[in-house]
């Protein structure tokens, strides 16, 4: 049974991928207070905001500007914690068609087999995604 996945969810937006990249990297208080009920928390440990390997509550970030990407590392909590020996999550946005899309994946070793696909979080990011999207600011 393997225990390394990768697992991708695509969401179509109506926003550009610098307004996504620009909430995630330097306005992640913004996704707070967009979408409460989704993100609770956007604490600083070290670092500045939107400085590439600061350290903020959802982890370490890594950011690609060219492409609308940004990569966290988990370091730490629920998801990883007991589940995973590694975890990483990527955002990147890009054009298609006549819009964008927002692509989450997911990189991940689980500690054994009876650890599941991490759907639900996959879902929730998607969801979280699509609640950004519809908000009436940038």
Not at 100 to 129: G, H, I, R
Request: aromatic share 10%; with cysteine.
């Amino acid at each position: 049974m393997a225990l390394s996945g990768k697992l991708i969810g695509y969401v179509e937006i109506s926003k550009t991928g610098d307004i996504f990249h620009d909430l995630f990297r330097h306005k992640p208080d913004e996704i707070v207070k967009i979408t409460p009920d989704k993100v609770h928390d956007c604490e600083l440990h070290e670092g500045e905001r939107g400085v590439v390997g600061s350290v903020i509550s959802w982890h370490y970030t890594h950011v690609n500007e060219e492409n609308h990407m940004i990569v966290f590392k988990l370091i730490g909590g629920d998801l990883v914690d007991g589940l995973y020996k590694s975890f990483t999550i990527i955002l990147h946005v890009e054009p298609k068609g006549d819009g964008q899309v927002a692509t989450w994946t997911f990189e991940f070793e689980k500690l054994d087999t009876s650890v599941p696909y991490p759907t639900s979080e996959m879902d929730y990011l998607c969801n979280l995604v699509k609640d950004l999207d519809v908000h009436s600011g940038p």
